[in-house]
């Protein structure tokens, strides 16, 4: 909608706000601990003050902001111990999800995660883990989308959220694609072959993985 269409105060500008700063800190923009205040972010979205107030209650509901009693509001800092914690409730929800994709994925479905196995087989070979990163996440997408599960989707859209800082800076370290690499491969071959344990037991083992990882 175009800027002068779309009005600056009401539920309408809070939702623009809302997904405005949940996209700014999910795609790095507004790093961890940043404040945000009030006044600068009306201004830079042009709308009021009490929309930003209700956007940034949001965002700390999903856990993307931290609200400071007298002092405003910053993004929040996800510490490596929750992080932890997080991965770990990840790996319940995501097996969970694996294992009924493996049964419940068409077959146009199953060609799809092959095809993102090879792309993201490329990009290591390539040396991209920028790349690698974008398909790591869309892997992780497309088993929870295909799962059907539709209250672990919800779940795990709201954790995954904390944990976009962490998740990048492990995509950078090096050596860490070429590993986490075969841990996909093993996720995509188990679903593919529609074996909902070894499916589980894939993800499992991806993040047990990435919980060593992060506590490196």
């Known amino acids: 909608m175009p800027k002068e269409a779309r009005p600056s105060t009401g539920e309408q500008a809070k939702q623009h706000a809302l997904t405005q700063l949940r996209q700014a800190i999910l795609h790095g923009d507004m790093a961890p601990a940043q404040r945000l205040v009030e006044n600068e972010l009306a201004e830079q979205l042009d709308v009021t003050r009490a929309s930003i107030r209700a956007a940034l209650i949001d965002l700390a509901a999903e856990g993307l902001v931290e609200r400071i009693r007298n002092r405003g509001s910053r993004v929040r800092v996800v510490t490596v111990e929750e992080a932890v914690a997080i991965t770990e409730c990840r790996m319940v929800l995501e097996g969970l999800c694996a294992a009924k994709a493996a049964v419940a994925a068409s077959d146009e479905q199953l060609t799809e995660l092959a095809d993102l196995g090879r792309a993201m087989t490329k990009a290591v070979a390539d040396g991209e883990p920028v790349t690698y990163s974008e398909l790591n996440h869309e892997l992780h997408d497309k088993v929870r989308e295909f ?50 344990q070894a499916a589980e037991a894939a993800v499992r083992a991806h993040l047990t993985s990435v919980i060593e990882a992060l506590r490196d």
């Open 147 to 196: 799962s059907g599960q539709q209250t672990a989707l919800a779940l795990l859209e709201r954790l995954n959220a904390q944990l976009v800082r962490h998740r990048f800076q492990l995509a950078l370290r090096p050596g860490r694609p070429q590993q986490s690499l075969n841990e996909h491969l093993a996720m995509i071959e188990a679903i593919t072959a529609r074996d909902p």
